[in-house]
């Protein structure tokens, strides 16, 4: 574990002491970025409150001052993974271009950030199911976020009166699905290589093969444009 900045370093002589909150935060980034470790090798419901403090370095007074339980402590780090991974993906996004492009650079983007980060991936599709109706709930909130993208390919499909009006959460829950099997499986490197698969899961029904087949081979020719 990295030592505190220092201006969480004890105080010299004659100086004042660091605010109360700012020890409280850093105390808390610290569980938080233990809790990531904690719940994705042990399990939501193997890790407990004594892993998560001892590999944080925290007292249990400390962890109880600031979460609530084992609970209120994965639901900060799983909202904490989704708002990194929203930021990451939105800053793939390239300006001005058309849905189909656009989803493109997003799903690329999902797919290396689970590659970069295994850990949090796992509790964001893996662990989020086992650790109660509130950790759930977020994640259906964040699948909800996915959808809202999606219902952009409609004004680019030829034959979207056609599409079934649940499509989209179909497709999340698919794509959510297949990339939790991946991740469960311990096959989260080399998850990038998914990317024609998720595109034919994702864009097909929108766009057809033939032009989903032409967008797949400029996403391979290009990778990360």
């Known amino acids: 574990m990295a030592s505190p900045p220092k201006h969480l370093m004890p105080s010299a002589i004659g100086r004042?002491?660091?605010?109360?909150e700012v020890v409280v935060e850093h105390q808390r980034e610290r569980v938080i970025e233990a809790a990531i470790e904690v719940f994705a090798k042990r399990g939501y419901r193997g890790a407990t409150v004594g892993n998560l403090v001892s590999t944080a370095k925290v007292g249990i007074n400390s962890f109880y001052?600031?979460?609530?339980?084992?609970?209120d402590c994965f639901l900060a780090v799983h909202d904490q993974i989704a708002a990194e991974a929203r930021e990451w993906m939105v800053a793939a996004m390239p300006a001005g271009a058309e849905w189909p492009q656009q989803a493109t650079a997003v799903l690329g983007a999902l797919l290396e950030l689970i590659e970069q980060k295994p850990l949090a991936a796992r509790i964001a599709l893996v662990e989020v199911h086992t650790a109660g109706p509130a950790a759930r709930s977020q994640h259906e909130r964040c699948l909800d976020e996915v959808t809202v993208l999606l219902r952009g390919g409609r004004e680019h499909s030829a034959v979207s009166d056609e599409l079934p009006e649940t499509l989209e959460y179909a497709t999340v829950g698919g794509l959510a699905w297949l990339l939790q099997q991946r991740i469960a499986s311990g096959e989260a490197a080399g998850i990038t290589k998914l990317l024609p698969e998720v595109l034919e899961i994702v864009v097909e029904p929108y766009l057809g093969e033939a032009a989903t087949a032409e967008l797949i081979g400029r996403a391979v020719k290009s990778p990360g444009s």
């Not at 004042?16 to 109360?20: K, L, M, R, Y």
């Not at 001052?65 to 609970?71: D, L």
Request: net charge negative.
């Open 16 to 20: 004042d002491p660091f605010p109360h």
């Open 65 to 71: 001052s600031i979460f609530q339980g084992k609970e």
